[in-house]
C-alpha cells in the first residue's frame, strides 16, 4: 500500500507565556517566560510556589455561555485551540466530507478540577447535591468528542493518555491516520488544566518541581547544572494535518512536511526514565527511520527538556547514542525553560514551536542555562534564540510510565 504524504496546514496553542500563536512565538523567541507565583490557590503549604499559568483566557469567545458553566477547563482549552487551528488552516467544513476529517487530543491528568471540587461539594453537602455532568466533564477523552462536537468532525477520533507523551503520541497517530488513507485531515495535539490543589500537591509530594521560589522566571532550566525540577505548567495545542493533495487542491498554507513518527516503552520505572536513554533513543530511531532522511539532514531537536537531573541527563545520553558524531553539530533546545512543562499537552506546543522553527529559520532558547552540566554536553542554543535554516527536525516526549515518542519534520518541498 503506497502511503499519503502529511502536511501540517494548522495551529493552534495557549500557554503560560502566550495566547494565541503570534503571542506564543514572539515569546519563544524573545525568551520571554511564563512562570510565575501561582495565584489559583495560596501555595504556601507546599514546597513549590511556582507554575505556568494561562493569563487572560476567556473560554466565552470559544464556548456557548449555556455550556460553559459544564465543561472543564482542560476541554475548554482543546475546544478553543481547535477553533484556532481551524481558523488558521482555513478549512472550511461546509466543503468537506466530515466523516474524513478526524481529532485526536490527549490529556495527561484530565478533569482533576471538576473532581475536586465534586469531592468537595459531596463532603459538605451529601451526595444529592453532585452534578450530573460529573462524569462527562471528568472523563479524559471528553476533549477529543468536545472538539468533533464544536467543529462537526466525524471521522476517526481518539484520545491517548501517556501521560507527558499524550500530545506527540496523539499528533503521531493522526499522522498514522492520515498517512493510511482514514483521514483527510486530522486535528490532533494535547491539552491540560490541572493547577489545582490535588493536581500541584501531587507533584509537590514527589518533589519533582522546582522550589526556586524568589525566582519564578528563572526556575525552569533545562540541562543548565544548578536546575532543582520542573514547572507545572497548563494550556493546550492542536495542529491540522492534512494529507498532501488534499491540501494543495485547495491552497492551503504549509507550515512543513510531519515525515516519520516513534514510539516506545522503558520497560524501566513508573517515574524514572531508562538511566542510559535506551528507550527514548529506540523512539527516535524509529522516526528518523521512518521518515527515510539520513541523520545528517537532522540540525535541531526540541527536547523534553523537563529541568530535572534524570530526564535531561537521559535524554542528552539518548541523542548522543542514536546520532554519534553528530550529535554535536545538533541545535537542541528546551522551550519549557519559558513555558514550564504542560504534561499532556508538552507535546503539541513544542511541535509547534518545531514547525515554526523549520518554517521562520529561527531556533528558540534554552533560557536560564548559565552552569554547564559535565553529563550534559550538547549545544543546547543557551538563552538567545538563534537564525539558522533547518531541513529536519525531530520533537521528543517523554511519560511517567515510561512512555517515548519522537515526531519527525522537514521543510515541505
Known amino acids: ?187 490532533a495535539g494535547g491539552t491540560e488544566g490541572a493547577l489545582t490543589v490535588l493536581g500541584f500537591g501531587g507533584f509537590c509530594a514527589m518533589k519533582a518541581l522546582s522550589t526556586r521560589n524568589d525566582e519564578p522566571e528563572r526556575a525552569s532550566r533545562p540541562f543548565d547544572r544548578d536546575r532543582d525540577g520542573f514547572i507545572m505548567s497548563e494550556g493546550a495545542g492542536i495542529v491540522v494535518l492534512e494529507e498532501l493533495e488534499h491540501a494543495k487542491k485547495r491552497g492551503a498554507n504549509i507550515y512543513c512536511e510531519m515525515t516519520g513518527y516513534g514510539l516506545s516503552g522503558d520497560g524501566y520505572h513508573i517515574t524514572a526514565p531508562d538511566p542510559l536513554g535506551a528507550g527514548g533513543a529506540r523512539a527516535l530511531k524509529m522516526a528518523i527511520k521512518k521518515s527515510g532522511l539520513p541523520l545528517e539532514d537532522y540540525s535541531y531537536i526540541n527536547a523534553h527538556g523537563t529541568s530535572t537531573k534524570l530526564n535531561d541527563k537521559c535524554e542528552t545520553l539518548a541523542i548522543k547514542s542514536v546520532f554519534g558524531d553528530h550529535a554535536k553539530k545538533l541545535a537542541v533546545s528546551s522551550i519549557k525553560s519559558m513555558t514550564g512543562h504542560l504534561l499532556g499537552a508538552a507535546g503539541a506546543v513544542e511541535l509547534i514551536a518545531t514547525a515554526l522553527t523549520i518554517k521562520n529559520s529561527i531556533i528558540p532558547p534554552t533560557i536560564n542555562y548559565e552552569n554547564p552540566d559535565p553529563e550534559c554536553d550538547l549545544d543546547y542554543v543557551p538563552n538567545y534564540a538563534r537564525e539558522a535554516k533547518v531541513k529536519a527536525a525531530l520533537s521528543n516526549s517523554l511519560g511517567f510510565g515510561g512512555h517515548n515518542a519522537t515526531l519527525a519534520l522537514k521543510k515541505f518541498e
Not at 462537526?152 to 493510511?180: F, M, Q, Y
Request: glycine letters at 10%.
Open 1 to 187: 500500500m503506497s502511503h499519503k504524504r502529511v502536511v501540517i496546514t494548522g495551529l493552534g496553542v495557549i500557554s503560560p507565556n502566550g495566547g494565541n500563536l503570534q503571542e506564543y512565538w514572539d515569546a519563544l523567541i524573545h525568551g520571554k517566560s511564563g512562570i510565575s507565583r501561582l495565584t489559583y490557590f495560596d501555595p504556601s503549604d507546599f514546597n513549590s510556589h511556582i507554575a505556568g499559568e494561562v493569563k487572560n483566557f476567556d473560554a466565552s469567545k470559544y464556548i456557548n455561555p449555556k455550556d460553559l458553566r459544564k465543561t472543564e477547563k482542560f476541554v475548554a482549552f482543546a475546544v478553543a485551540t481547535a477553533k484556532m487551528a481551524l481558523d488558521d488552516s482555513g478549512i472550511d467544513m461546509n466543503n468537506e466530507d466530515p466523516t474524513k476529517i478526524g481529532v485526536y487530543v490527549g490529556s495527561g491528568i484530565g478533569g482533576i478540577q471538576t473532581m475536586q471540587e465534586q469531592h468537595t461539594r459531596y463532603v459538605e453537602k451529601g451526595p444529592n447535591r453532585l452534578s450530573p455532568f460529573l462524569i462527562p466533564m471528568l472523563i479524559t477523552n471528553i476533549a477529543a468528542g468536545q472538539v468533533s462536537i464544536s467543529i462537526g468532525a466525524k471521522g476517526p477520533n481518539l484520545c491517548v493518555v501517556t501521560a507527558c507523551a499524550s500530545a506527540a503520541h496523539s499528533i503521531g497517530e493522526a499522522w498514522r491516520a492520515i498517512r493510511d488513507g482514514d483521514a483527510d485531515a486530522m486535528f
